[in-house]
Protein backbone atom coordinates (compact mmCIF):
# COMPACT_ATOMS: atom_id res chain seq x y z
CA UNK A 1 0.00 0.00 0.00
CA UNK A 2 1.32 3.19 -0.79
CA UNK A 3 1.77 5.91 2.00
CA UNK A 4 -0.66 8.59 2.94
CA UNK A 5 1.13 10.97 1.54
CA UNK A 6 1.79 9.40 -2.02
CA UNK A 7 -1.96 8.79 -2.74
CA UNK A 8 -4.57 11.42 -3.82
CA UNK A 9 -6.99 13.19 -1.64
CA UNK A 10 -10.52 12.91 -2.44
CA UNK A 11 -11.18 16.67 -2.83
CA UNK A 12 -8.10 16.34 -5.66
CA UNK A 13 -9.46 13.72 -7.34
CA UNK A 14 -12.73 15.53 -8.79
CA UNK A 15 -10.46 18.55 -10.17
CA UNK A 16 -8.27 16.00 -11.64
CA UNK A 17 -10.90 14.11 -13.52
CA UNK A 18 -12.31 17.56 -14.62
CA UNK A 19 -9.01 19.58 -15.60
CA UNK A 20 -6.49 16.41 -16.06
CA UNK A 21 -4.61 15.80 -18.78
CA UNK A 22 -5.82 12.59 -20.62
CA UNK A 23 -3.37 9.35 -21.78
CA UNK A 24 -5.14 6.79 -23.22
CA UNK A 25 -3.16 2.83 -23.01
CA UNK A 26 -4.16 -0.28 -24.09
CA UNK A 27 -5.22 -1.54 -20.47
CA UNK A 28 -5.61 1.87 -18.86
CA UNK A 29 -6.90 5.24 -18.94
CA UNK A 30 -4.41 7.76 -17.16
CA UNK A 31 -5.30 11.32 -16.43
CA UNK A 32 -3.10 13.58 -14.81
CA UNK A 33 -1.70 17.25 -13.69
CA UNK A 34 0.92 18.63 -12.56
CA UNK A 35 0.91 18.99 -8.29
CA UNK A 36 2.84 21.39 -6.24
CA UNK A 37 4.02 18.74 -3.95
CA UNK A 38 7.79 17.39 -3.86
CA UNK A 39 6.64 13.78 -4.84
CA UNK A 40 4.68 11.85 -7.35
CA UNK A 41 0.78 10.84 -5.90
CA UNK A 42 -1.55 8.06 -7.13
CA UNK A 43 -5.24 6.87 -7.34
CA UNK A 44 -6.54 3.78 -8.92
CA UNK A 45 -9.98 3.12 -9.92
CA UNK A 46 -10.90 -0.32 -10.84
CA UNK A 47 -15.10 -0.61 -11.85
CA UNK A 48 -17.11 -3.69 -11.81
CA UNK A 49 -17.34 -3.82 -15.31
CA UNK A 50 -14.05 -4.93 -15.48
CA UNK A 51 -13.76 -7.13 -12.62
CA UNK A 52 -17.29 -7.89 -10.54
CA UNK A 53 -15.88 -9.71 -7.46
CA UNK A 54 -14.46 -6.83 -4.45
CA UNK A 55 -11.57 -9.25 -3.38
CA UNK A 56 -10.35 -9.24 -7.10
CA UNK A 57 -10.60 -5.76 -7.22
CA UNK A 58 -9.06 -5.21 -4.23
CA UNK A 59 -5.72 -8.07 -4.65
CA UNK A 60 -5.17 -6.26 -8.17
CA UNK A 61 -5.49 -2.36 -7.21
CA UNK A 62 -3.06 -3.87 -4.28
CA UNK A 63 -0.92 -5.39 -7.00
CA UNK A 64 -0.94 -1.79 -8.47
CA UNK A 65 -0.04 -0.09 -5.38
CA UNK A 66 2.79 -2.28 -5.15
CA UNK A 67 4.47 -1.82 -8.54
CA UNK A 68 4.03 1.60 -8.40
CA UNK A 69 6.34 1.01 -4.70
CA UNK A 70 8.85 -0.79 -7.12
CA UNK A 71 9.25 1.47 -9.97
CA UNK A 72 12.49 3.72 -9.39
CA UNK A 73 12.18 7.40 -8.77
CA UNK A 74 13.36 8.89 -11.81
CA UNK A 75 15.27 12.51 -11.68
CA UNK A 76 12.11 15.12 -12.06
CA UNK A 77 11.90 18.51 -11.99
CA UNK A 78 7.86 18.48 -11.81
CA UNK A 79 5.84 16.06 -9.56
CA UNK A 80 2.34 15.21 -10.60
CA UNK A 81 -0.92 13.51 -9.46
CA UNK A 82 -2.01 10.48 -11.65
CA UNK A 83 -5.53 8.30 -11.43
CA UNK A 84 -5.10 5.20 -13.17
CA UNK A 85 -8.76 3.74 -14.65
CA UNK A 86 -8.29 -0.28 -15.34
CA UNK A 87 -10.16 -0.75 -18.62
CA UNK A 88 -9.31 -4.22 -19.60
CA UNK A 89 -5.94 -5.86 -17.66
CA UNK A 90 -5.96 -9.49 -17.27
CA UNK A 91 -6.55 -10.43 -13.99
CA UNK A 92 -3.73 -12.78 -13.33
CA UNK A 93 -1.08 -10.29 -15.01
CA UNK A 94 2.47 -11.15 -13.74
CA UNK A 95 3.77 -8.64 -11.03
CA UNK A 96 6.99 -8.14 -13.30
CA UNK A 97 4.72 -7.52 -16.59
CA UNK A 98 2.42 -5.37 -14.17
CA UNK A 99 5.79 -3.04 -12.88
CA UNK A 100 7.03 -2.60 -16.32
CA UNK A 101 4.07 -1.55 -17.68
CA UNK A 102 3.35 0.97 -14.94
CA UNK A 103 7.05 2.06 -15.29
CA UNK A 104 6.66 3.23 -19.10
CA UNK A 105 3.38 5.13 -18.38
CA UNK A 106 4.74 7.18 -15.45
CA UNK A 107 8.05 8.22 -17.76
CA UNK A 108 5.49 9.04 -20.63
CA UNK A 109 3.89 11.33 -17.85
CA UNK A 110 6.67 12.38 -16.53
CA UNK A 111 8.17 13.26 -20.37
CA UNK A 112 5.12 15.05 -21.01
CA UNK A 113 4.37 17.24 -18.08
CA UNK A 114 8.51 18.16 -18.35
CA UNK A 115 7.78 19.18 -22.38
CA UNK A 116 4.28 21.40 -21.27
CA UNK A 117 5.49 22.79 -18.46
CA UNK A 118 8.95 23.43 -20.03
CA UNK A 119 7.14 25.49 -22.65
CA UNK A 120 4.78 27.42 -20.86
CA UNK A 121 7.72 28.39 -18.77
CA UNK A 122 9.93 29.33 -21.95
CA UNK A 123 6.40 30.92 -23.11
CA UNK A 124 6.12 33.37 -20.20
CA UNK A 125 9.52 34.51 -20.58
CA UNK A 126 9.66 35.65 -23.91
Do not use: W
Not at 9 to 31: A, C, E, I, P, T
Not at 51 to 59: Q, S, V, W
Not at 94 to 113: C, N, V, W, Y
Amino acid sequence: MLSKNQRISRKNVNYLLKKGLKLNHQYFLVKYCLNKTPQNRYSVVISKKVLPLATDRNHLRRQIYESIQKIPPTSQINSFDTILTVKNLPKHIPFTELTKLLAQIIQQISIQINHNHGQKSSQKST
